[in-house]
């Protein structure tokens, strides 16, 4: 007993603070930092927003403004239409119908997203132009000419079947996760009420599953508003686009920042427009009782119609440009796998590994704190996580660029103390912007995988190791580390594979002569040399593959 | 007296009334005291409070002289030398009976250390069970662990919340029993939180009813 009274002085804490969970110092200094640099970039790029703009962008303002918006809004409206469509179509074909193959095709129907979509951009436009596998098809063995100008997809149209046909997952998923959850006995009553299948669709399921498919739409859109791969191998110009040639052909950071700056505009109307139309209704339904929907069994010709239909689209989003990739690896890989290779891999495998993991601790120390705090504070830092995420790509590195030139400026006097010859531009000409970008770009993916996992275990079994005489770094070390240990495996294998796959960060923040699998797929592409891009991007693509197998697998084990 | 609370309210953040009002309670070393009351009474945030997992809003506790919070002190929950046995047990599910149990002991040597797990296991008669993991356990197995686990480091205080509501109605005579047994021999002073009379008759030197936060009634187990 002796021992613990004396033990107890340690303990005591003065009661000047409102809560006792005033004493995760260390846990809410450290959540103070990460969040000032995830902003600080983001305040450089607004600040920079109200200079005085140059001739560049009144040019730009008067003669391409208009297309730029024109295109951005008419590419994400019909994307979001034609996904919405197809995502929601599938998943209401797969939970309430049973035909041959289903079971095969609800999981294989995530696979379109295991391919960029700057890779898919360019192997259907080497499937079908002029010496592609159709037009050969068309001229040497059926002998039919078709004007190539049906085939030609590098225009904004074939831009919105590229991100259609491999982004439509997103909604997909989040749909079919939520018909299998909430939605049971509304669908049985519809049927009993003498409803046919068009009539559920549009009458039942479209509304209330509402929510989420304007989630999984959102997704898309942002994922479209961040391409730079797909409009720029298509010559399509939209801000992306525009950012570029701002930035490296005219050297002009001002214009790119104030393009920047528009397209933000659209990224938070985006985010208001699913707000307002989500309305007050959330994800979750109040009925308790999760049970499945029972299936209706399609047979004969029906059966057909239904496993076609969704073949089709697997095969449009994945197994068509697979094969395609595989055909051409064959007529390449001896000149591509080489010594250079093994470097470009190293390179991607090295950066997403180390911002995987920098991402991992930032989260976890984030979520930790939030969890615990439960006040406005932890919820800021909570929000401040996600804000990558609706940023595009271009527009980050904007911010990144402006942070750190600002940063090796300040730090000048240090960088020459240490050697007199030194360059100013220390961190900016180093692959260390490149990871930074990319951890605030894809912390958000991180994040919600870890916050989910922290959820679902809950504070009891930090409160018990409180109770026993741990303090809160100890309990996070002994118990919540290891409980969370699977949420934190996802979070790791969600953003090793986005960052793997990232273009358009990569294209302007890697350092000179620095190239990863994803910038070298698409130089490859871009320099018309489509065959010898398909080694890193199958490469990239299995990455992506094992990754969603990993989950999916951790799906299974916990049960969700 | 062994361990006292003096004027003790609470209110949760949202809350517009004081969801445990001027509590007091007194007791002597080895003393079993029941508190009483309908879920909702406040019963176990009372519980949660003398653990340091709540922060209190007015009120004092002390235990053999040392304070555990007054106006101006307030001591973290891993110091103050408390046991608890949660409701739902909060068994480390990535650790096995013996790790468990182990987890609390500190300060002690390895050999200590092993010897009062032996001890520990003898207690609550789970000597075979040292390898398993909690979810290889029935219901009263895992709470006795628990049980273990929160005697182990030997707290000057044992705090138990509803200890007898996850178990079968036929289980609940033979667990009182059993559980009567374990505080008998330990001599651990102890709270045991319950809305059945019955826990309270069987066990309870001393009883303290709680309705709507505020004490209603308070004496020996036996008036009630």
Not at chain 1, 120 to 135: D, F, H, P, R
Request: aromatic letters at 12%; charged letters at 20%.
């Amino acid at each position: 007993m002796v021992s613990y009274i004396v033990k107890i002085k340690g303990g005591v804490n003065l009661r000047s603070g409102s809560s006792i969970k005033r004493s995760f110092n260390l846990w809410g200094m450290l959540s103070a930092f990460f969040a000032a640099l995830i902003i600080l970039p983001n305040v450089d790029l607004f600040g920079n927003l109200f200079v005085q703009p140059n001739e560049n962008w009144y040019h730009i303002k008067t003669y391409l403004l208009k297309d730029y918006i024109t295109n951005t809004l008419v590419i994400i409206g019909f994307t979001g239409v034609f996904t919405v469509l197809v995502g929601s179509g599938l998943a209401w074909l797969i939970s309430a119908y049973d035909f041959p193959g289903r079971k095969i095709i609800n999981w294989a129907l995530i696979l379109p997203l295991t391919i960029p979509t700057y890779i898919g951009a360019y192997t259907y436009n080497g499937i079908l132009n002029y010496t592609g596998v159709v037009q050969r098809l068309l001229r040497n063995v059926l002998e039919v000419q078709v004007s190539p100008k049906w085939l030609d997809i590098m225009n904004i149209q074939g831009a919105i079947f590229i991100f259609a046909v491999f982004l439509f997952p997103y909604v997909y998923t989040v749909t079919r996760a939520f018909l299998s959850n909430q939605s049971a006995s509304l669908i049985e009553n519809a049927r009993l009420l003498g409803k046919n299948s068009l009539e559920i669709f549009c009458q039942v399921v479209l509304p209330i599953s509402r929510g989420a498919i304007l989630g999984g739409m959102t997704l898309v859109i942002f994922e479209v508003l961040n391409d730079y791969g797909v409009v720029s191998y298509f010559g399509v110009q939209t801000f992306s686009t525009a950012i570029f040639k701002a930035w490296f052909s005219m050297g002009d950071i001002d214009t790119a920042v104030k393009l920047s700056g528009v397209l933000m505009t659209i990224v938070i109307s985006v985010l208001l427009l699913e707000r307002g139309l989500r309305g007050r209704k959330k994800y979750s339904y109040t009925t308790s009782k999760v049970r499945p929907i029972v299936r209706t069994r399609l047979r004969g010709l029906k059966g057909f119609w239904a496993f076609f239909v969704s073949f089709m689209f697997l095969s449009l989003g994945f197994i068509i440009p697979v094969l395609q990739l595989l055909v051409w690896s064959t007529l390449t890989y001896k000149k591509v796998l080489n010594i250079a290779f093994l470097k470009l891999l190293g390179n991607s495998v090295v950066v997403a590994l180390v911002a995987a993991l920098i991402i991992l601790g930032v989260a976890v120390i984030i979520a930790n704190f939030s969890r615990l705090q439960e006040n406005w504070v932890g919820k800021l830092f909570s929000k401040v996580t996600l804000l990558g995420y609706s940023i595009p790509g271009a527009v980050i590195s904007m911010g990144v660029i402006l942070f750190f030139v600002d940063f090796d400026r300040k730090l000048e006097w240090f960088y020459k103390a240490l050697n007199p010859n030194s360059i100013t531009l220390v961190l900016s000409s180093s692959v260390v912007m490149l990871i930074f970008a990319y951890s605030v770009r894809f912390l958000a993916v991180g994040y919600q995988s870890i916050e989910a996992g922290f959820e679902k275990v809950g504070k009891k079994f930090f409160e018990a190791s409180r109770i026993l005489g741990n303090g809160v770094t100890k309990t996070f070390f002994r118990v919540d580390l290891p409980m969370i240990k699977p949420a934190v495996i996802s979070a790791f294998a969600l953003t090793f594979v986005d960052i793997v796959k990232e273009l358009p960060l990569t294209l302007i923040l890697r350092p000179y002569n620095f190239n990863t699998l994803a910038t070298k797929t698409y130089e490859y592409a871009t320099d018309e040399m489509i065959h010898e891009a398909a080694i890193p991007a199958l490469l990239i693509i299995l990455v992506s593959i094992a990754s969603v197998y990993l989950l999916n697998k951790l799906g299974e084990k916990e049960g969700i | 007296m062994f361990a006292e609370i003096r004027g003790l309210s609470f209110r949760y953040k949202n809350s517009s009334v004081d969801n445990v009002k001027d509590f007091n309670l007194e007791m002597n070393q080895g003393e079993v005291t029941c508190i009483l009351g309908e879920s909702g009474s406040g019963k176990s945030t009372v519980l949660r409070l003398l653990a340091g997992l709540e922060f209190p809003l007015n009120g004092q506790m002390q235990i053999n002289g040392k304070i555990l919070f007054n106006e101006d002190k307030f001591v973290l929950p891993e110091k103050r030398g408390i046991g608890m046995v949660f409701q739902d047990y909060a068994l480390f599910p990535h650790m096995t009976v013996e790790e468990n149990i182990r987890f609390g002991l500190t300060n002690l040597s390895k050999q200590e250390k092993t010897e009062r797990i032996r001890e520990m296991l003898e207690l609550v008669h789970l000597e075979d069970y040292a390898k398993r993991y909690p979810y290889e356990l029935s219901g009263g197995q895992q709470q006795r662990v628990a049980i273990a686990r929160a005697v182990a480091p030997k707290p000057s205080i044992l705090l138990l919340d509803e200890p007898f509501s996850n178990l079968d109605a036929h289980l609940r005579q033979s667990i009182r029993e059993e559980l009567n047994g374990i505080l008998k021999d330990t001599g651990m002073t102890s709270i045991f939180v319950t809305h059945d009379r019955e826990d309270a008759k069987s066990i309870a030197d001393q009883v303290v009813i709680l309705d709507k936060g505020e004490t209603i009634g308070k004496g020996k187990a036996i008036i009630i």
